[in-house]
């Protein structure tokens, strides 16, 4: 098993649909890191989370530490959110960051 | 500032081959990281370092070497290429360590395949 699982694995939304993308994880953690890829394959950071939520623009990061779990929502969704949604989840006393698989989500217009 | 770059985008080997991957930050940070991408996997840790003169391995190190010798730049090298390390390669850095939260900044990625 995975030390960090993500779900769906792909999505598929209409333009304007509220968008979910969970993310859970077995291992203690300091941090959790919400990461984008586009198609193109540049990888950026959105959020680091290490406790309760974090907003930019349309997009939500919430994390329950009790319960490894973390949720990204996206917001009135658009076509150009269409790309491969990361987590990673950093520990304690580690340098090195474990990453999920990737949710990858189609938003058609 | 360019951020973290690196040199070539693609890549084609042969068997056997050998080939260094550049990478370049410019943002004075301590710790920088290589990843590979292989399809439908996450990325997975082959190198990272801590600062210059400092490396240490990841998850998968076998078939590639590392070595730091200023902040900025941390080159990854491929001997004897095999085609198992056809894959995309990601180099990254952060101001200090990614399991602390600190945010890092990737590259554009190396595309290389080995035939």
């Known amino acids: 098993k995975n030390e960090v699982e993500q779900s769906p694995q792909n999505l598929t939304a209409q333009e304007g649909e509220f968008i979910t993308i969970n993310c859970s994880y077995s291992v203690g953690i300091s941090a959790l890191h919400w990461l984008q890829q586009h198609p193109g394959g540049g990888i950026v950071s959105l959020f680091m989370l290490s406790s309760g939520k974090k907003k930019h623009g349309r997009l939500i990061a919430t994390i329950n530490i009790q319960e490894k779990h973390s949720s990204l929502h996206i917001t009135a969704s658009h076509p150009r959110d269409s790309a491969v949604y990361i987590c990673a989840v950093g520990g304690y006393n580690t340098d090195k960051l474990i990453f999920g698989t990737g949710t990858r989500l189609q938003v058609f217009p | 500032n360019a951020g973290v770059t690196q040199t070539p985008k693609f890549r084609i080997l042969k068997i056997g081959q050998s080939m260094t991957l550049q990478c370049t930050q410019d943002?004075?940070?301590?710790?920088m990281y290589w990843y590979r991408q292989d399809p439908g996997m996450g990325l997975k840790l082959i190198y990272y370092s801590v600062g210059a003169g400092i490396t240490d391995k990841g998850e998968v190190p076998n078939g590639y070497n590392v070595s730091r010798s200023t902040t900025e730049d941390f080159p990854l090298r491929l001997e004897l290429a095999a085609p198992s390390q056809t894959s995309v390669y990601f180099c990254?850095?952060?101001?200090?360590?990614?399991?602390?939260?600190?945010?890092?900044?990737f590259g554009p990625g190396t595309r290389l395949t080995v035939l």
């Open positions: 990254a850095s952060s101001y200090s360590s990614g399991g602390y939260g600190d945010t890092q900044y």
């Open positions: 943002m004075n940070h301590n710790y």
